[in-house]
């Protein structure tokens, strides 16, 4: 049921480092030949498109299944674990920066004009905003300097990921897993195998079937069009929108108008998780039995899934409005 994520996303990570690997092979961090190397790793490597789509799609299954991981610990009070659930946030942020960096390494329309606003949001930052965007770009314009650092965090990040991931399962076992009813379950312990590595099996068949039909059905359905024109940064496109995992965060700093205020709500929307533990008042961890609570958690998740379309939309009306009540609410 929902309790397979962590076993899944840990699954993803593996697929995900080992695409990785492969593609570094044969991709090239410079602004000249980067998007024409993404070219050819899909057209003349042996299973460079497999590949390629498994990678870019994988992060999508990433981000479904962390979503899902992080809904299901809300829902059932995991972040009482405080340990535990400040890794996890920890790691949310961790993967949220790797998929942004790996966004623009293809080099796109959409790769570069991305990295251009979300890179210039830190320009918000009072005083010192200006030269910390600079000193990231190492130029004056996202250009050769920005691609080939992004490759290389892009490179280091998931096995610090995968690092952290150990120590968030080191702390799970201190603590044991929550369950549904959030009380303590000493007294009717199982073993894990072969009870559960059987779920986690059938999880992981399932979630790579999925995963696979994606890839060889419709590799580009999550993709932006936007992205098989090499960068330009003379033609800026129209609509310019992150990969549909950020739409939510996009649509909440789209809905302010204050540079410094979107930045700072773009930033607390996910840092409240790591307030969690702080909020709950209630002597029931998890919501099974708190229908009031139960009903403001799917107005949350309605709420998030509202963001997303916005996200996506371009800026005008009723989209603004719609955002901007979504964000606040």
């Known amino acids: 049921s929902w309790w397979n994520f962590g076993s899944l996303l840990g699954i993803c990570l ?9 593609l570094a092979m044969h991709y090239t961090s410079d602004t000249t030949t980067a998007f024409s190397s993404v070219t050819h790793i899909c057209r003349d490597v042996n299973y460079g498109w497999l590949i390629r789509y498994m990678h870019a799609n994988g992060a999508s299954m990433f981000f479904i299944c962390l979503f899902l991981h992080v809904g299901r610990g809300i829902y059932y009070g995991s972040y009482m674990f405080m340990e535990t659930w400040n890794i996890g946030v920890i790691l949310l942020f961790a993967v949220m ?5 790996g966004y623009v390494l293809p080099w796109g329309q959409m790769s570069f004009w991305g990295a251009t606003v979300i890179t210039n949001l830190l320009s918000a930052i009072p005083y010192i905003g200006t030269t910390l965007v600079e000193w990231i770009w190492g130029g004056f314009s996202v250009d050769k300097a920005t691609l080939t650092r992004f490759f290389a965090f892009h490179f280091i990040l998931p096995f610090i990921i995968a690092a952290l991931v150990f120590v968030h399962l080191l702390f799970l076992h201190e603590t044991g897993s929550n369950n549904p009813t959030g009380l303590s379950s000493d007294s009717d312990k199982i073993p894990f195998h072969p009870y559960y590595t059987i779920k986690d099996i059938l999880g992981v068949i399932i979630m790579v079937m999925l995963l696979m039909t994606l890839v060889l ?12 024109t090499p960068a330009n940064p003379l033609n800026t496109p129209p609509h310019i929108k992150p990969e549909w995992y950020f739409l939510f965060a996009y649509a909440i700093l789209r809905s302010i108008p204050n540079k410094l205020g979107g930045v700072l709500a773009l930033i607390l929307s996910i840092l409240i998780l790591a307030l969690l533990p702080f909020l709950h008042t209630s002597k029931q961890r998890s919501l099974m039995f708190r229908p009031i609570t139960q009903f403001l958690y799917w107005i949350l998740v309605a709420n998030l899934l509202i963001l997303t379309w916005i996200g996506g939309q371009p800026v005008e009306h009723p989209f603004i409005i719609i955002g901007q009540l979504a964000s606040i609410s």
């Open 14 to 22: 593996t697929i995900q480092i080992i695409t990785g690997l492969f």
């Open 97 to 101: 920066a790797t998929a942004f960096m």
């Open 217 to 228: 059905f419709s590799p580009d359905l999550l993709g932006d069009p936007d992205n098989y």
